[in-house]
């Protein structure tokens, strides 16, 4: 272990740099453990029946929420690891939409008594691909068989570049609460060569106009590692949006996975940043956002302190889930579109990608789910270990055993393997309790991998950590 402050590689981290100690570290291939188990391990499965008796298991007074994935886009962004396809003829995104609404009717009919929905998302691709008058009747369907609740968040991910004023206008009628915007980045240099072009001021424009529509909470998406990148202009794309005073930023590393996105290959590898420069790249963004008054909370967002994000974050509720980060606590989520995930009581499930196959399953009254996983408590356990770790940088991992019904040692090895971590100053072990210094907190994903009974050591599977 170090012996005083000017020993420990993570405060190094202050000056921009990435400490040498930790380069292997942010090399990895790692999850996101947006789950857990993570969707790799999950298993085929035929028909519907186990996901009905899943969700006949749903508590009266349970809430809900639902996951929409639209896999359409209006342009491809070669960036994209998104489950998607371009469109130009709207009669394929027309007859995506029938059987939606159709799928729709079969969770609602198939799902126990329950409280209400508290969370709508709609994600994709891009769910402004669809029409104005879809989305608008897409939504009011969704809150009337689902039984939104009042004071739900009803959430959407847009392309600025793409978004209509009437699209904006069905949004706000239909009453969306808060709207996700995918600016990326706003250099130029580095928009021509990803295939994502968009000025300032449409966003700008997009943004204040939401606002006017009533949907007052406002995300931003930025990356880095993209190619043209620099600790310069990721900064000033951080500030930049910052001056629109977004509720929400979140800055994700790309990954470059050609090999299972081809649309990547337009990307020159030898275009990318590398190791150093992806992680300065995140420290300017990060200094720009915190001296703009946003909070960092996790490994990626980071939000202004009214935020119910923040407030859930300060309050030790902060939850990760598919959607990344989210203060919504409903214990199930039903996935909706093809590929879509959800949450069971008893596990996860999740549609068929092929939009084709879902759509065979919908016409034939079947739930399109093709792959599942059932939970066991040990799974629960080291999902709750590695949540906690992803959300509060620290965890109690004997409190959480006892508290679900196993020895405090159950976990033992898994600490053992954390502790080796401590030298590299990535975290500290004291007794069982595992905290991660605030200077090490782009590498939370490291530590929770001690936690990841199934990892897949199977390189390039997953995204690098940094």
Known sequence: MPHNDHDR?????????????????????????????????????????????????????????????VPFCRRLCWY??????????????????????????????????????????????SPNALSPEHFHTLVRHMADRFSLRPGAE??????????????????????????????????????????????????????????????DAINFDLMYGLPGQTPENVAASASAAASLRPDRVAVFGYAHVPWMKK?????????????????AQAEAADSVLRAEGYLRIGLDHYALPGDPLARAAAAGTLR????????????????????????????????????????RAVEAGRLPVARSLRVSAEDDLRAGVIERLMCDLSVDVGAECVSRGFEPTALDDSIAAASALQVDGLCRVEGRTVTIPAEAFRLMRVVAACFDAGLLTVERRHARAV
């Open 9 to 69: 590689p993570g405060l190094a981290t202050l000056s921009g740099g990435l400490p040498p100690a930790w380069r292997s570290h942010a090399a990895r291939s790692l999850p996101r453990y947006t789950s857990y188990p993570t969707a790799v391990a999950f298993a085929p499965v035929e028909g519907d029946a186990q996901v009905r008796s899943w969700l006949s298991s749903i508590g009266a007074e349970q809430t809900i929420s639902a996951y929409v994935h």
């Open 80 to 125: 994209c690891g998104c489950h998607t396809s371009v469109v130009h003829d709207y009669d394929r995104v027309g007859a995506f939409f029938e059987t939606l609404i159709r799928e729709v009717d079969l969770w609602a009919s198939a799902a126990g008594p329950h409280a209400g929905a508290a969370h709508l998302h709609f994600g994709g691709g």
């Open 154 to 215: 009803v959430a959407v991910e847009l392309d600025p570049g793409m978004l209509s004023d009437a699209f904006i206008d069905a949004a706000g009628a239909a009453g969306v609460t808060r709207a996700s915007l995918g600016v990326q980045t706003f250099d130029g240099d580095t928009q021509a060569r990803v295939n994502r072009i968009q000025s300032f001021d449409r966003v700008a424009t997009a943004t204040h106009r939401l606002r006017q529509m009533g949907v």
């Open 263 to 279: 649309h990547q290959v337009m990307i020159r590898e030898g275009e990318l940043p590398d190791g150093d420069e992806r992680w």
């Open 320 to 359: 990760r889930n598919f959607q990344g980060y989210t203060d919504d606590p409903a214990p199930v989520l039903v996935p909706i579109g093809p590929s879509s995930i959800g949450r069971l009581a008893a596990g996860f499930v999740q549609n068929a990608a092929a939009t084709d196959v879902w759509s």
